[in-house]
């Protein structure tokens, strides 16, 4: 496992920040891509700074198939074969349903739903030629509920889900694990957003006192989720929805 190579997509903030913390201090070679540049280049640094292996390649929109195959490309050259692959670069915004326009929709699927299905094409013929890989797909707790005011974006993780399921079928068989995990609640700078525009109807810690773990999540507690689930003992787990939540959906 250490030495391998991983990609992280969103890696400059939140969620994706602690699992490309995670992955680095776990020993695999840790590729930071972000829309921002300075936020992967920080997070790539911090990295390095605790001793692990990273690179930042940042200005990359996953939305975006050619600067995606760019961006593998470079990973490629400089850490080797991309054999771990999080997609959990995503967007989230708030709109009444008679409001979302195409271009709010469109945009939401781009992101959320071409951005993985981009970067997996760009991964996974690694994956083939190794006879091993571990692709994790962040999506949302918000399409296994509903959520009002969102219907873009959970049609989106809900799309994201399903492909998640689809190709952990088609590529078991070539020793690549698929999974998803669909977070609920966690701290971190895009949920401040929703809370600062009045989004939640609360804040973050009155919803995380009502939760069962009495707690919002931390990005940690999803890094945690997905270490395992690129570890060699997570070879028998596939095409799975690994709900990280606090026990808000059983
Ligand atoms: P965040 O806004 O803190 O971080 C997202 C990162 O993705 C940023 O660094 C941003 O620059 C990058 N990014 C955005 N669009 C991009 C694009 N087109 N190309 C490349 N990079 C891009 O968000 P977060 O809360 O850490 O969310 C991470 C993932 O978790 C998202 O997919 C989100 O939908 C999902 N999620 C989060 C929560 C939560 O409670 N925070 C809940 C459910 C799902």
């Keep these: 496992m250490p030495g391998r190579t991983a990609v992280?997509?969103?890696?400059?903030?939140?969620?994706?920040?602690?699992?490309?913390?995670?992955?680095?201090?776990?020993?695999?070679?840790?590729?930071?891509?972000?829309?921002?540049?300075?936020?992967?280049?920080?997070?790539?640094?911090?990295?390095?700074?605790?001793g692990g292996t990273a690179?930042?390649?940042?200005?990359?929109?996953?939305?975006?198939?050619?600067?995606?195959?760019?961006?593998?490309?470079?990973?490629?050259?400089?850490?080797?074969?991309?054999l771990v692959l999080v997609n959990n670069a995503g967007m989230s915004a708030n709109k009444r349903f008679l409001d979302v326009t195409d271009e709010l929709w469109d945009r939401t699927m781009q992101i959320n739903v071409n951005g993985p299905f981009y970067c997996c094409q760009a991964a996974v013929?690694?994956?083939?030629?190794a006879g091993w890989g571990r692709i994790v797909n962040i999506s949302s707790s918000s399409a296994q509920t509903g959520s009002p005011f969102m219907t873009h974006y959970v049609a989106s993780k809900a799309g994201l889900i399903g492909f998640t399921k689809a190709l952990a079928l088609e590529l078991g068989p070539r020793g690549i694990t698929v999974n998803t995990i669909p977070p609920g609640l966690v701290d971190t700078p895009m949920l401040r957003r929703s809370e600062e525009r009045g989004y939640l109807s609360g804040t973050v810690e009155h919803h995380g006192s009502r939760l069962p773990v009495r707690r919002a999540g931390r990005p940690e507690d999803i890094a945690a989720a997905c270490a395992f689930l690129v570890s060699e003992g997570a070879g028998y787990v596939t095409g799975q929805i690994i709900g990280v939540n606090g026990g808000r959906v059983t």
């Design 55 to 82: 690179l930042a390649v940042g200005g990359v929109d996953v939305s975006d198939r050619a600067r995606v195959d760019d961006a593998f490309t470079r990973v490629r050259d400089t850490l080797g074969p991309v």
């Design 125 to 129: 013929p690694d994956m083939v030629d």
């Design 8 to 50: 992280v997509t969103g890696g400059g903030s939140g969620i994706g920040r602690a699992i490309a913390h995670r992955l680095a201090a776990d020993g695999f070679a840790t590729a930071i891509l972000d829309l921002d540049t300075e936020a992967a280049e920080k997070v790539a640094d911090e990295a390095r700074e605790r």
